[in-house]
């Protein structure tokens, strides 16, 4: 794994990682980039599902045996960029229309609507990257509250009317019994 750290007031962090193309490595590139998310700080949804979806195509799709395919994660002020390259650049992936039965076609078409945009860029020959956009939207500063005088912890007293919790009795020595008279 390549991860460059994060430089104060710099605006760009990345990680790519390496992964064999299989549905172990598809699985794997959704723990990492899903944990390398919340180490940034950012959102989950959509982008572990959008890097579910091109994982599992390049693993599916886009294997060629002893070849490795590549997730890039990237963040450009308030841009996600997520990528995936694969070594089978003579098959660009499309939308396919699947019908209600069919088992597998709707991978591209849950990239769409989850991302803001998605593309494919063709790189030295045989490799070809999928990659997906996601605008984040700004963190939000979390409400503060007003500072107040006064004791920070107050003694607790029982409200009227309720009794002091009681102790159990203490258990007999070893050996002894009481008796219920």
């Known amino acids: ?18 992964l064999s193309p299989t549905p172990r490595g598809a699985r794997l590139a959704r723990l990492l980039a899903t944990e390398q998310l919340r180490r940034w700080g950012l959102p989950l949804d959509p982008a572990q599902l959008i ?23 990237y963040v450009v002020g308030e841009t996600l960029r997520i990528e995936v390259t694969d070594t089978r650049g003579d098959e660009v992936p499309h939308r396919r229309h699947a019908g209600p039965t069919s088992e597998s076609g709707r991978g591209l078409t849950l990239v769409t609507a989850l991302a803001d945009r998605w593309g494919v860029s063709r790189s030295l020959p045989p ?13 939000q500063a979390p409400e503060r509250e007003r500072p107040r005088s006064g004791p920070t912890c107050a003694p607790y007293v029982l ?3 309720e009794k002091a919790p009681r ?15």
């Open 51 to 73: 890097v579910a979806e091109l994982a599992n195509n390049a693993a599916t799709h886009g294997r060629v045996p002893g070849r490795n395919f590549g997730l890039l994660l």
């Open 1 to 18: 794994m390549n991860q460059k750290p994060d430089a104060p007031g710099h605006p760009v962090r990345n990680f790519s990682v390496l």
């Open 159 to 161: 409200p009227t009317g």
């Open 127 to 139: 490799r070809k990257t999928v990659w997906a956009e996601v605008t984040l939207a700004a963190p």
């Open 167 to 181: 102790q159990a009795p203490p258990l007999p020595p070893a050996g002894q019994t009481h008796s219920r008279e």
